[in-house]
């Protein structure tokens, strides 16, 4: 039942931006980490940015200073804004997010995971003049 959706994707001019946005629904228990990948035709898929539950972003170094990352919603939704756009951030872009499938609490205090990865359908990100 859980779905990861994305959207904002585009086709925009370089030095242009665009904001994508990852929604999380139908988890029982809290969301965890959420990240953004991205996967360009003949490079394998590569993480872009993070945004772990305590609020900590981390970044690829390509994009620091120009992607900036929030979390919404009681964490189901995650926004990456993007800036300053280039021709090499060309990719399908893919949402990630790791969705508890036990209390949190439970899982914090046995030191377990308990996590499960879900994936969103891709949305694709054309940056050309």
């Known amino acids: 039942q859980v779905q990861v959706v994305e959207s904002g994707g585009g086709v925009v001019q370089p030095g242009g931006s665009l904001t994508l946005s990852c929604a999380v629904s139908g988890n029982k228990f809290n969301v965890s980490d959420m990240g953004w990948y991205r996967q360009a035709p003949g490079k394998q898929r590569e993480l872009v940015a993070m945004i772990e539950s305590r609020g900590t972003c981390k970044y690829q170094d390509s994009v620091k200073g120009r992607f900036t990352l929030s979390r919404v919603d009681g964490e189901n939704t995650v926004y990456l804004r993007m800036n300053s756009l280039k021709p090499e951030d060309t990719a399908v872009y893919y949402c990630?997010?790791?969705?508890?499938?036990?209390?949190?609490?439970?899982?914090?205090?046995?030191?377990?995971?308990?996590?499960?990865?879900?994936w969103g359908q891709g949305t694709q990100v054309t940056v050309s003049s």
């Open positions: 990630a997010a790791k969705v508890f499938h036990v209390h949190p609490l439970f899982a914090q205090m046995t030191g377990i995971s308990g996590t499960e990865a879900y």
